[in-house]
């Protein structure tokens, strides 16, 4: 069993930053993997940032350059940090762990709320 709590998101104006964290607990394999999703109004959850087998990462097209994924082993946090924001990133985004071998281990965080506008 994982628990996954996602934390930092808000409201913030074009152009602005923000830095969301998500905390894991629970029972962690050598070979899970985080990272980020996010769902906006109407449209289906889509990947945002994560991190693959060998430590690389992968973001969507729509933020390379702008987000970057990061991790504090010792926590089992992992972290996005979020910059040039715009208002297409308002959506919920949600931490996802997934297991790079077993397809049936996902956990999902409740989500936060990512609101861009100004």
């Known amino acids: 069993q994982v628990q996954l709590v996602e934390s930092g998101g808000g409201l913030v104006q074009p152009g602005g930053s923000l830095r969301l964290s998500c905390a894991a607990s629970?029972?962690?394999?050598?070979?899970?993997?985080m990272g980020w999703y996010r769902q906006a109004p109407g449209k289906q959850r889509e990947l945002v940032a994560t991190?693959?087998?060998?430590?690389?990462?992968n973001y969507a097209d729509s933020v390379k350059g702008r987000f970057t994924i990061s991790k504090d082993n010792t926590k089992n946090t992992v972290y996005l940090q979020m910059n040039s924001l715009k208002p297409e990133d308002t959506a919920v985004y949600y931490c996802?762990?997934?297991?790079?071998?077993?397809?049936?281990?996902?956990?999902w965080g409740q989500g936060t709320q990512v609101t861009v506008s100004s």
């Open positions: 996802n762990l997934r297991n790079s071998y077993s397809v049936s281990r996902m956990y």
């Open positions: 629970g029972s962690i394999f050598s070979n899970d993997l």
């Open positions: 991190f693959t087998s060998g430590g690389w990462t």
